[in-house]
DNA sequence: ATATTATATGTAACCGGTTACACACTGAGA
DNA sequence: TCTCAGTGTGTAACCGGTTACATATAATAT
């Protein structure tokens, strides 16, 4: 392994030079520059990134966390930050948190150790001591931990009113919203939009809280529409419940979209293969997590940055769950 | 921060002695280990891993090479790998390589030079000399790079043949086999495994290739379809092609199960969403990136690793696209 | 009694960089 | 001519550990 001392040795200056040059910091004649240069290039050097970041104290890795990669929201977000955070010249941690306090607080503390850059974060520990006293950038995705910690959301009440509304242009009167967990930002705001567009309507509405889980969700849903046959419109806050309501209803024996029709939240990929395809309010995930990621690295290298709130629009996506257009 | 010589010094010892003792390295007396015991406590200390790592050059990072975390076969891996990793206390640095050996040597370059433990790799650069060369413990998973490196991947040609089977037993007497990419050796495993269950049988069959992408599955399988009406079974190599020819079947009106029953590849979790639900020969992914890690671990810490390659056996889980079980 | 081995510890070099500080030179302004 | 700011460079300390080597003592073998 060539060091730093080889090329300063073969540039004929002194490590200090060579360091300066590579990092562009004080002072560097032309020549020394030159020499330099021609060194690093003949000797094919490639400056040490650990033990730049024992005295720098600061490396370019980057931790991920999020509760659970499994979870169909969450790889595109990975794949997003992870895609610019290469072209930024970090690397990417992975971080599965369980939702889990305990764990988030151990990862936070262990990269610590390894001289993290910085964290991007989905979790709903909003104002653990952690965060707050990490120490480090961060910036939060999805849910807003505090204010002074930057974060990027969709505009989920926004969609939560265009998926309503989509509905209700459709002709349903009678609708079933399902809700997600209480403790989830962006669930509350969902909700919140049904509610501001409903209330705008003559339609009829009733709401249930239903887990981001498919099983639950369709026996929910299956037992809700045995009780309730007049429902006519269901709109559920995430795709996964909305795909157990599209099981449920198959297995009620409800035709979708001609007695009953779907709206679902996300646009995870899932959705395009169900049959009928379903329509949902789609979230644009890969550019959060792009938007989250150039964020933090600004924050990282201590650029300013403009805000602390970013809101990415959400999109509605047509298929066969709505009975707009056919397939 | 706390480091090794305030340890020492508190303890009243040298900082070799409160190394040798931290890594059970080299003689320690019992009142030293207490001493540097008691300190350590006292004093909060915790090893700088970033120090560390540049002198012995070894980290606790395990690199996970994959093509793309979006596809939804990974995100199970990757946790299966997190979480193994977490419980010997190595953490996971995300690649996403598309399946570019440029990507794929860069990011083998850019993280040996952060002495990074080791990688477990998903690639079909099988014998690109960056692996070869890469002078770094590596697992292959799911497709084998060499005969060197010890390999993670499902009972394929088995599995295909437990399918293949299955469909026969249905009663399937003329079955479209949707072959995978011809690159992957997980395809042809299966594909091979496909042919020998179907020659034992007088059932008619036409194979055709398809790429694991639903979209295009499913516009290959509804021109079959529409070709060839007699077709009454369908195996597909992959899950993500098995619901594009259960979409397919149902533009082109064909009943599944009744008419047509179909038997996907993968065990991912969307297939327990579609209507019917997918009757599938499931891997146990999780199961293969958590041996893939042990053995990782085991090749990092110098143990020794019984066998080269290990196979993890696959099942059939039957629902609603086949005829044995209703829904 | 002496040689040998196992146990125990400290000193200092080293891993491969960054950077504070000292020093030298140049040219402009007083 | 003297001063001073700006430019350029090298020496050596430092980041926080590990480890080779030297040294010392106790226990065992011969």
Do not use: W
Request: with cysteine; aromatic share 6%; charged share 20%.
């Amino acid at each position: 392994m060539t060091t730093i001392k080889d090329v300063a040795k073969k540039a004929g200056v002194s490590v200090a030079t060579v360091s300066r040059f590579l990092n562009d910091s004080g002072y560097v004649s032309a020549e020394a520059a030159k020499a330099v240069t021609a060194a690093v290039e003949e000797l094919k050097y490639e400056l040490n990134p650990i033990a730049r970041s024992l005295n720098t104290k600061k490396s370019n890795l980057i931790g991920l966390i999020l509760p659970d990669i499994t979870n169909p929201f969450f790889p595109e977000l990975a794949r997003a930050v992870e895609d610019v955070a290469l072209t930024y010249g970090y690397t990417v941690v992975l971080c599965n948190s369980d939702e889990n306090p305990e764990k988030e607080k151990n990862y936070i503390e262990t990269l610590k150790k390894k001289y993290i850059a910085g964290f991007i974060v989905t979790s709903n520990q909003l104002d653990a001591p952690h965060y707050a006293n990490a120490n480090v950038p961060i910036v939060a995705l999805d849910r807003a931990i505090n204010e002074k910690i930057p974060t990027v959301s969709s505009n989920n009440k926004e969609g939560a009113i265009m998926g309503t509304n989509a509905l209700l242009e459709q002709g349903c009167q009678n609708i079933l919203f399902l809700r997600g967990p209480a403790e989830l930002n962006p669930a509350n705001d969902r909700y919140e939009g049904f509610m501001a567009a409903i209330q705008q309507s003559n339609a009829k509405y009733q709401v249930v809280t239903c887990p981001f889980h498919f099983t639950d969700s369709q026996k929910i849903v299956e037992h809700v529409l045995k009780e309730n046959p007049q429902i006519d419109g269901i709109f559920a806050s995430s795709d996964v419940s909305a795909a157990g309501a599209l099981k449920a209803a198959s297995l009620v024996g409800r035709h979708v979209p001609n007695e009953l029709q779907i709206i679902g939240f996300d646009g995870v990929a899932m959705g395009e293969m169900l049959s009928p395809g379903l329509t949902t309010v789609a979230q644009d995930v890969y550019k959060m997590g792009a938007i989250a990621t150039r964020v933090l690295i600004k924050r990282i290298e201590n650029e300013m940055v403009e805000q602390n709130f970013y809101e990415v629009p959400v999109k509605l996506i047509v298929r066969g769950t709505t009975r707009s257009v056919g397939e």
